[in-house]
């Protein structure tokens, strides 16, 4: 017999953030999960936290060689596939609130077998107290069939999303074939949408239950990003929203103008970051913005001061 859920969580030297997320895992209020940790030739020892946490059934796996983030994201999901119905890819430094499993239980009762069951998550700095009650765990699910086109705008106007705030169904879960480079690190939302149809089940936890670790600029992990990254990520929001008439051209640059500004900060935790002047201009160039919302927007950004001064450094 299948077992239900699968936390896989796919490391690499970061032994010290990875003890919040496992004790995260240690306080859910429904245990019936299996974690498994690749360990990506790290050249720290992951093995005597796991044991520290013996109360947790983890199997870990080291990989012969070193595979990368995204490669290592894929090998989880190669392994796992055939062994579990639900598979989450959880970030090492990140963590869940404590009834996130329970809620993810709740939302396939009754036979029901969704895709996807996407969590909205919070960002942290440090550590997030675990034990805030959630009222009730049949207040956080919103179960409904959407499309491609509805969870494109969602994700346009802000709903957060990343690789390890989402639990896939095992059978859905397709291989990592898309062009990674255009999108560097948010290549996150490309993938899920694109292994979403218009028949797609998708259950939405609207109670904040994953908390998603902040990156600074020492994160290496943002180094790749740039400008056209977030261009090329606005572009495909079109291709999926205007060009099937789900959203007009003016609708469309209305909320793409939010993303293009809000996107920015992450582009500061790069060293290579244009002005905000510039990467206005380019976004500008480029179609993706409205002229009439950006100047709405600039004086609530003026607001933040110090930080607004960087976007004209």
């Known amino acids: 017999m299948r077992d239900i859920l699968a936390i896989a969580i796919p490391v690499y030297n970061n032994v010290a953030l990875m003890r919040a997320c496992l004790q ?6 429904d245990r019936r999960f299996n974690v498994h940790v690749y360990d990506d030739c790290s050249t720290q020892d992951y093995r005597p936290l796991l044991e520290s946490f013996g109360d947790l059934k983890i199997e870990y796996v080291c990989n012969e060689k070193n595979l990368g983030a995204l490669a290592n994201m894929q090998n989880s999901y190669n392994n796992l596939k055939n062994r579990y119905d639900l598979i989450m890819i ?21 036979g029901r077998k969704p895709d996807f069951i ?11 107290e675990l034990k805030k009650d959630v009222q009730t765990i049949k207040s956080t699910i919103a179960h409904s ?7 494109c705008f969602l994700v346009l106007k802000g709903q957060p999303l990343a690789f390890g705030s989402v639990v896939y169904n095992a059978k859905v879960f397709k291989q990592m074939d898309l062009d990674f480079n255009r999108y560097a690190e948010f290549a996150d939302r490309p993938f899920l949408l694109d292994g979403l149809t218009d028949k797609a089940e998708v259950v939405v936890l609207s109670a904040p239950l994953y908390y998603y670790r902040s990156h600074t600029a020492s994160d290496t992990r943002w180094k790749k990003l740039g400008a056209k990254h977030i261009f090329n990520l606005v572009k495909l929001y079109r291709s999926i929203l205007v060009e099937s008439n ?22 500061l935790l790069t060293k290579a970051a244009p002005s905000f002047f510039s990467y206005l201009l380019m976004a500008g160039s480029k179609d993706l913005l409205s002229v009439k919302y950006s100047l709405f927007r600039v004086p609530f950004i003026n607001k933040s001061g110090t930080f607004f001064k960087k976007f004209f450094h």
């Open 118 to 128: 996407i969590s909205h998550f919070l960002e942290f700095n440090d550590e997030p």
């Open 24 to 29: 995260s895992l240690l306080v859910q209020t």
């Open 90 to 110: 959880m970030h090492e430094d990140d963590m869940l609130h404590q009834n996130f499993v329970e809620a993810v239980y709740y939302s396939i009762q009754d």
């Open 145 to 151: 069939r959407i499309s491609k086109k509805d969870l």
């Open 246 to 267: 789900f959203l007009s051209v003016s609708l469309f640059k209305k909320y793409a103008t939010g993303f293009v500004f809000e996107s920015y900060k992450n582009l």
